[in-house]
């Protein structure tokens, strides 16, 4: 069973331009959620999409967006890249039942120059 | 805020022995708790998952809940240099998908 794919692997991007970060979740898996990892933060929520639609948000500002699509795919938006966007996105998957074991991906890590 | 809060670290510990990692939380309502693990460079790995109070073991790791403290420990019986790594503590509330997590403790192994 594959786990969670997530596209690109790895980002350059200069401020100011915009960049889409793809995940597909493990088959079967309708939730999605997507984490900031950066060395001063540690792992911080964004969002989290069941069913295509946002269930959960976190404490992000607007330039953060997403959206799930009927297959359970993800992406992830992030809009006038600023320098403290550079970090380790990732993604995690799953049933988004009770017991909610979430399950991630390998990442995009992203610098932003 | 919820927050999570762990040891802070880095825990050193001889093969063979046990590693104890801490974790308390502040959302008196939460409801699932999980320990990652995430070497250098690599995502983070589920080991434990637990949902109520008491110990829960898997293999070399036992996962331990107290809730009326809100209080979480991951013990790693035998650690092996294999087991050198950051340890998360996750927190999920009721009815929330959003994890929240502490700052990870780093464990070094020593051979």
């Known amino acids: 069973k594959a786990g969670v794919t997530q596209t690109p692997r790895y980002l350059i991007k200069t401020r100011g331009q915009q960049v889409t970060l793809s995940c597909s979740p493990i088959?079967?898996?309708?939730?999605v959620s997507w984490y900031q990892q950066t060395p001063g933060q540690g792992l911080q929520f964004l969002f989290e999409y069941f069913s295509e639609t946002q269930r959960n948000k976190g404490n992000f500002p607007g330039r953060f967006s997403g959206r799930q699509f009927s297959n359970s795919r993800s992406e992830m938006n992030v809009s006038t890249l600023e320098l403290g966007d550079s970090a380790l996105y990732l993604c995690a998957s799953s049933f988004g039942g009770n017991e909610n074991i979430q399950y991630f991906g390998a990442g995009t890590r992203l610098s932003v120059l | 805020q919820k927050e999570v809060e762990q040891n802070s670290g880095p825990l050193s510990v001889p093969e063979g022995a046990i590693a104890s990692l801490n974790c308390t939380y502040s959302d008196r309502v939460s409801q699932s708790f999980f320990w990652y693990r995430q070497y250098s460079g690599k995502s983070p790995e589920l080991i434990m998952s637990?949902?109520?109070?008491g110990d829960k073991e898997d293999g070399r790791f036992t996962a331990q809940l107290n809730k009326a403290s809100q209080y979480v420990s991951l013990l790693i019986r035998d650690s092996q240099p294999s087991d050198s790594a950051t340890y998360l503590c996750?927190?999920?509330?009721?009815?929330?998908?959003?994890?929240?997590f502490g700052k990870g403790t780093k464990l070094t192994v020593n051979p």
């Open positions: 637990i949902y109520s109070n």
């Open positions: 996750a927190v999920i509330g009721g009815g929330s998908e959003k994890l929240v």
């Open positions: 088959s079967g898996h309708r939730s």
